[in-house]
C-alpha cells in the first residue's frame, strides 16, 4: 500500500507522488510515477484508454490501496465522477450534505447555490437531467472545501451545449473559490484540456510521458493552440490525417 505522508507536502504543493505503482495480476498500470500538483492549479491529465488515469486518481482519493510508493496530500479530497452516483432514495440536498456532521444541509443549500441548483434542492435525482446530475455531483464534492478535486470524466456523457455551460461553470467555481482548490481532470478530450487546464500530461507506459504548461489566457479557443493540440494527439498516438 502507498505511504500517505500529508506532513511532507511542500506549501506550494497540494499533492505529491513519488514512486507511485500499481498491478493488476502481471501487468502494471503505474510503473514509478512521480507527480507534484501545485496548489491552486487547474491539471488536465490524458491518456490511451487502460492507461492508468482513473487508477492513478482513485489512488489519489484513497480508493485504491493496492499501490506502492509515498502519496501526499494536503488536505481534504473530493471526487466528481463520470456517473452522477447519486443515491436515488434520496432528494438531492440530502445527496449533497451526505456525510457532513450535523447542520450540514445549510453549507449543501449554499452548494447547490454555486451550481445554481437551488430550486432543485427537494427533487429526486432520477427526475434530474445528465447536467443536473452532474451539477448536484459537483456540489456534493464541493461542499466538502476539498484541497484536491478530482474530476473523473465527469463531462463525457453530455451533449455538446451542456458541455460547454459545464466547462464555464468549473472554471468560474474555480474562480469563486479563490483558486485554493487543486483540480486533476481526467479525460479523453483533448480540447476539453487545453481549454481548461493550466498544465496537460499524458499518460504512457505507467509514467507521465509528456506534459505541456498553458500560459494563453482564458476563455480560449482551440483554434489559437493548434500547434499544442497537434503535439498532444500525436502523444496519444492519433495519426496526422485523422486529427
Known amino acids: 500500500m502507498a505511504t500517505r505522508l500529508p506532513t511532507r507536502v511542500a506549501p506550494e504543493y497540494t499533492a505529491r507522488i513519488r514512486g507511485l505503482s500499481r498491478n493488476f495480476g502481471d501487468r502494471t498500470v503505474l510503473d514509478r510515477l512521480d507527480l507534484d500538483i501545485e496548489r491552486g492549479e487547474f491539471v488536465a491529465l ?143 478530450d483533448v480540447d476539453e484540456a487545453l481549454l481548461l487546464a493550466d498544465r496537460v500530461l499524458v499518460l504512457g507506459e505507467g509514467r507521465i510521458a509528456h506534459e505541456s504548461r498553458i500560459e494563453a489566457e482564458r476563455p480560449r479557443r482551440i483554434t489559437d493552440l493548434t500547434a499544442l493540440r497537434d503535439r498532444l494527439l500525436g502523444e496519444l498516438g492519433v495519426e496526422e490525417g485523422t486529427r
Open 46 to 188: 490524458l491518456g490511451r484508454s487502460g492507461s492508468g488515469k482513473s487508477t492513478l486518481l482513485r489512488a489519489l482519493a484513497g480508493l485504491d490501496r493496492d499501490t506502492t510508493g509515498e502519496l501526499a496530500v494536503d488536505g481534504t479530497v473530493a471526487v466528481a465522477f463520470q456517473e452522477p452516483r447519486l443515491l436515488p432514495w434520496k432528494r438531492v440536498i440530502d445527496n449533497v450534505a451526505l456525510g457532513l456532521p450535523p447542520g450540514g444541509r445549510e453549507r449543501a443549500r449554499d452548494a447547490l447555490q454555486e451550481v445554481g441548483l437551488t430550486a432543485r434542492a427537494g427533487a429526486w435525482p432520477l427526475t434530474l437531467s445528465g447536467g443536473e446530475a452532474q451539477r448536484a455531483s459537483l456540489a456534493r464534492a464541493l461542499v466538502r472545501e476539498p484541497g484536491l478535486l478530482l474530476l473523473d470524466e465527469p463531462f463525457s456523457a453530455l451533449d455538446a451545449l451542456t458541455r460547454i455551460t459545464m466547462h464555464r461553470l468549473v472554471l468560474d467555481l474555480w474562480d469563486h473559490h479563490a483558486r485554493d482548490t487543486s483540480v486533476l481532470l481526467v479525460t479523453h
